[in-house]
T-cell receptor, first 111, second 111 residues
Framework: QQPVQSPQAVILREGEDAVINCSSSKALYSVHWYRQKHGEAPVFLMILLKGGEQKGHEKISASFNEKKQQSSLYLTASQLSYSGTYFCGTDSGGGADGLTFGKGTHLIIQP | DGGITQSPKYLFRKEGQNVTLSCEQNLNHDAMYWYRQDPGQGLRLIYYSQIVNDFQKGDIAEGYSVSREKKESFPLTVTSAQKNPTAFYLC??????????FGSGTRLTVV
C-alpha cells in the first residue's frame, strides 16, 4: 500500500522551516526521502533504517518512528534551491524488492 | 563519473507498436528498477532485478517486459498490450541498504 504524505503542498518564505510527514500502514524496514525538480530525476536525500541507523546528506534531518510507521523530514532555514517535490519511499521487506513511494509533497520557496 | 544513462529522452509510440527504453549503469550496483511516473501519482514500480538473469514483477507489470542479461543493462519494453503508456519512465539502481540513483528519465508519448 502506498504511504501517505502530508501536507500535499506547502509554500514558504526563504528562511522558514517546514516538516513533511510520511505514514505507512505496514511495518517498515526503511524509509527513503527524495527530492525531484520539475522534469528531472529524483535525487536521494536520506535513508532511515529500522534500528536507528541513518545515511544521507549532512544538511538534511529526518526521524523514523518504528512503532507508528511514520517518518518526518525537517527542512530548516529553507533556501530557494529547496523547492521541488519531496517523495518518501518505504521498504517493508528489508531486501532489494523496490520501494513504494508516496504521492509527493510540493514545496515552493519564495524569496 | 558513475551514473545511470537512460535513452532516448523522448520517445513517441504509435498505436500497436512495441518500444524499448534503454537503461545502462556503471555503478556496479546489483539491483535495478523501473518506475513509471504519472502526474499526481508518485512513482509506481514496474519491474525490478536483484541479480543478472533474474527479475520480478512490480505493482504495475502488465503490458511491460524486461531483461537482465548483463549487470550494467536493464532495458524495458513497452508492449502493445499496455493501453495507456504515456508517462515518464525512470530507471534506478542501488547497492544494498542505501539510496537509489535514478537516471534522467524517458518521456513516452502515444501518437
Amino acid at each position: 500500500q502506498q504511504p501517505v504524505q502530508s501536507p500535499q503542498a506547502v509554500i514558504l518564505r526563504e528562511g522558514e522551516d517546514a516538516v513533511i510527514n510520511c505514514s505507512s500502514s505496514k511495518a517498515l524496514y526503511s524509509v527513503h526521502w527524495y527530492r525531484q525538480k520539475h522534469g528531472e530525476a529524483p535525487v536521494f536525500l536520506m535513508i532511515l533504517l529500522k534500528g536507528g541507523e541513518q545515511k544521507g546528506h549532512e544538511k538534511i534531518s529526518a526521524s523514523f518512528n518504528e512503532k507508528k510507521q511514520q517518518s518526518s523530514l525537517y527542512l530548516t532555514a529553507s533556501q530557494l534551491s529547496y523547492s521541488g517535490t519531496y517523495f518518501c519511499g518505504t521498504d517493508s521487506g528489508g531486501g532489494a524488492d523496490g520501494l513504494t513511494f508516496g504521492k509527493g509533497t510540493h514545496l515552493i520557496i519564495q524569496p | 563519473d558513475g551514473g545511470i544513462t537512460q535513452s532516448p529522452k523522448y520517445l513517441f509510440r504509435k498505436e500497436g507498436q512495441n518500444v524499448t527504453l534503454s537503461c545502462e549503469q556503471n555503478l556496479n550496483h546489483d539491483a535495478m528498477y523501473w518506475y513509471r511516473q504519472d502526474p499526481g501519482q508518485g512513482l509506481r514500480l514496474i519491474y525490478y532485478s536483484q541479480i543478472v538473469n533474474d527479475f520480478q514483477k512490480g505493482d504495475i507489470a502488465e503490458g511491460y517486459s524486461v531483461s537482465r542479461e548483463k549487470k550494467e543493462s536493464f532495458p524495458l519494453t513497452v508492449t502493445s498490450a499496455q493501453k495507456n503508456p504515456t508517462a515518464f519512465y525512470l530507471c534506478a539502481s542501488s547497492p544494498n541498504s542505501y539510496g537509489y540513483t535514478f537516471g534522467s528519465g524517458t518521456r513516452l508519448t502515444v501518437v
